[in-house]
């Protein structure tokens, strides 16, 4: 890893493989454990919900590299900082029909908190905007590099992968995190609408992608 006083090098974009298993379960769970949505689906009240998260991030995390799905993450200095999953649109997954899945989520992650995860996960689903859309189900940059442009080039490097796939018209999002909705929309994102979960909102956002940028990604 750098030194404090070591000049980071210019950020690189790089496809993740299993060697970056343990590094992108770091970074998501560092993402998703303060996250309003994570912290009422797996009961940040009750005790062991630290160990939910994590068991949740390494199970997602396990199963989009067992379908072979495209994950790219940001690397500085030779460490990965930055980390994304994307679904691709004909997946169209449904997490209950994931059997091994769904039994290492009750094993790890309890019964109670994998069946609120599934119905939220279906709630999302049935608001897809339409059949070919990706979806971001997983994004997170490492706490120490934040604020430094990160988040925007890895958001943007999986939008020209999106465009890349001729299947493929969309990309959709979801946070629980008002203060990310500015990042977003400067993005081109858009409402499609949010889901009450406990005492808040789950903004669900789209992205199209146009038959032009994907010209423009097979030109480049």
């Given at each position: 890893m750098s030194g404090d006083n070591k000049k980071e090098s210019d950020p690189?974009?790089?496809r993740l493989d299993i060697?970056?298993?343990?590094?992108?379960?770091?970074?998501?769970?560092?993402?998703?454990r303060d996250e309003p949505t994570f912290q009422y689906l797996f009961n940040h009240r009750k005790p062991g919900?630290?160990?939910?998260?994590r068991a949740t991030v390494r199970e997602l995390v396990d199963l989009y590299f067992d379908l072979n799905?495209?994950?790219?993450?940001?690397?500085?200095n030779d460490t990965l900082v930055a980390v994304?999953?994307?679904?691709?649109?004909?997946?169209?997954?449904n997490l209950a029909n994931q059997f091994s899945w769904r039994?290492?989520?009750v094993l790890t992650a309890g019964f109670a908190s994998t069946r609120r995860y599934l119905h939220y996960h279906e709630r999302i689903r049935a608001m897809l905007p339409q059949p070919l859309a990706h979806q971001l189900p997983l994004m997170g940059v490492n706490p120490k590099y934040q604020n430094r442009g990160y988040g925007r080039l890895l958001l943007q490097a999986v939008q020209r992968l999106c465009a890349e796939n001729p299947r493929g018209t969309g990309l959709v999002?979801?946070?629980?995190?008002?203060r990310y909705l500015p990042f977003y929309e400067s993005e081109g994102f858009r409402s499609l609408g949010k889901?009450?979960?406990g005492g808040f909102e789950d903004h669900i956002l789209f992205r199209e992608i146009h038959p032009e940028a994907k010209v423009a990604a097979n030109q480049n």
């Open positions: 690189v974009i790089v060697s970056a298993l343990n590094e992108a379960r770091s970074i998501l769970y560092d993402a998703y919900y630290k160990q939910r998260v799905q495209e994950s790219v993450g940001v690397m500085v994304a999953f994307i679904g691709d649109p004909d997946l169209r997954l039994i290492r989520m999002l979801d946070t629980g995190n008002s889901l009450r979960v």
